[in-house]
């Protein structure tokens, strides 16, 4: 079993920046797997918002997040993390860490094994 667990939501202004951070314990070989960021809003089916490959070569981001979000990782660190930048309240949701059981980034989409609990980030207009 695989626990992730993220950090770093909170409450911002519109045009602010927030780090979400992700790490990742028990049984994962860190390095051997894709991970990701999804998002849902109130109301809201959850999303799609940013990958990256198990080396952290490719990344791939939703087309509403790209130039404002990036996604890293450290796999000394068993960590991933998504520096968002210029945030609107329609970034506003509940976001959650996944990963993936491939380290390659699948062409027909992420498959989520794992899930964390969550990080809340709330942006004001």
């Known amino acids: 079993q695989v626990q992730l667990l993220e950090s770093g939501g909170g409450l911002v202004q519109a045009g602010g920046s927030l780090r979400l951070s992700c790490v990742a314990s028990?049984?994962?070989?860190?390095?051997?797997?894709?991970m990701a960021w999804f998002r849902q809003a109130p109301g809201m089916e959850r999303e799609f918002v940013s990958a990256?490959?198990?080396?952290?070569?490719?990344?791939q981001y939703a087309d509403s997040v790209k130039g404002r979000f990036t996604i890293s990782r450290d796999n000394t660190q068993n960590t991933v993390s998504l520096q968002m930048n210029s945030l609107q309240p329609e970034d506003t949701a509940t976001y959650f860490c996944?990963?993936?059981?491939?380290?390659?980034?699948?062409?027909?989409?992420?498959?989520?094994?794992?899930w964390g609990r969550g990080a809340l980030v709330i942006v004001s207009s």
């Open positions: 990256i490959s198990g080396t952290g070569a490719r990344t």
């Open positions: 028990g049984r994962t070989f860190f390095s051997s797997n894709s």
């Open positions: 996944a990963q993936d059981p491939v380290p390659a980034l699948r062409s027909g989409g992420f498959r989520p094994e794992f």
